[in-house]
């Protein structure tokens, strides 16, 4: 049977992940940010689908995750939820839109899932009493802790979090929070391999990793940085699995020169008259 029309058992849920989380199966996530990406990572058999904010500086030139808007969130949404057939969809809350008020954020996080058909949202940070409001609200939490873009102002850059003991302890009891506030999967980033290993065994929803070492119940990456279509140089955790950018550039190229050289198009991608429509066309500019 095809993705794209998956039996209803097929689709990937919550509980679904939670049972991957038992079994010992590790949940494959990426990201993804438009209809024609998120069609294909889908027919893959991507488990989890997210929205990330990363689209600030993967898709649309910003230098972090921090200008992103509701509205393009919102956006990216729409066209990945037209693609999606099986994976769980979840989108990021951009930053300032759940910071200063629950109600306000419970507004925006409703909009995500009413307006762009996202199954769960995404925030960053200890933040127990938010996640709780949200949950009541019967909107799907997903927590993010560890290295936070959104907080790289505060951290001083894109740096790996929980290097001593105290700080592993604060990011396991941050977790312990977030779960008892009802969230249903934890993103962990840039933490050492350790640290990781411990919080996916203490917590009883899934924990997904990036640049969080192996032990985690699953692993996320953004999709642009797996097949070099970005123009930062990598982070140490993000493994290259094609070089489309150097494809593209290859193929680009390559139609330039069959344009300035004539070769493109040929005749067999070319459309003509019907020998009677030639004939008056011609009989015609004769006359003229």
Not at 42 to 66: C, N, Q
Not at 100 to 105: F, G, H, Q, Y
Not at 142 to 169: F, I
Request: net charge negative; hydrophobic share 50%.
């Amino acid at each position: 049977m095809s993705l794209l029309a998956p039996r209803e058992t097929d689709k990937v849920t919550f509980p679904v992940l939670a049972g991957k989380k038992r079994a010992g199966s590790p949940i494959a996530a990426l990201t993804a940010y438009d209809y024609p990406t998120a069609r294909i990572v889908d027919e893959a058999g991507i488990d989890l689908l997210l929205v990330g904010d990363s689209l600030g500086m993967a898709v649309l030139g910003y230098d972090s995750t921090l200008p992103v808007t509701l509205e393009e969130m919102l956006h990216h949404t729409r066209a990945v939820r037209r693609a999606v057939r099986r994976a769980l969809l979840v989108a990021d809350m951009p930053f300032g839109t759940y910071h200063a008020d629950e109600a306000e954020a419970v507004r925006n996080a409703a909009r995500l899932l009413k307006e762009a058909g996202a199954e769960a949202v995404k925030i960053e940070g200890p933040r127990p009493a938010l996640a709780n409001r949200l949950v009541e609200a019967e909107i799907p939490v997903v927590a993010h802790l560890g290295l936070l873009p959104q907080g790289v102002h505060r951290m001083g850059g894109y740096k790996v979090q929980g290097r001593t003991a105290d700080a592993a302890e604060a990011i396991l009891a941050d977790a312990l929070a977030m779960e008892a506030a009802g969230v249903a999967l934890l993103v962990l980033e840039g933490v050492p391999q350790e640290v990781a290993r411990r919080v996916t065994a203490s917590l009883r929803v899934p924990v997904i990793g990036i640049g969080a070492g192996l032990q985690c119940d699953g692993q996320i990456l953004v999709l642009h940085d797996i097949l070099n279509l970005t123009f930062t140089p990598a982070a140490r955790f993000v493994r290259r699995y094609a070089d489309l950018a150097a494809q593209m550039r290859d193929a680009v190229a390559s139609y330039a020169d069959d344009v300035r050289a004539r070769r493109f198009p040929a005749e067999s991608e070319s459309y003509h008259l019907s020998e009677e429509a030639r004939l008056l066309w011609d009989g015609a500019a004769k006359e003229r």
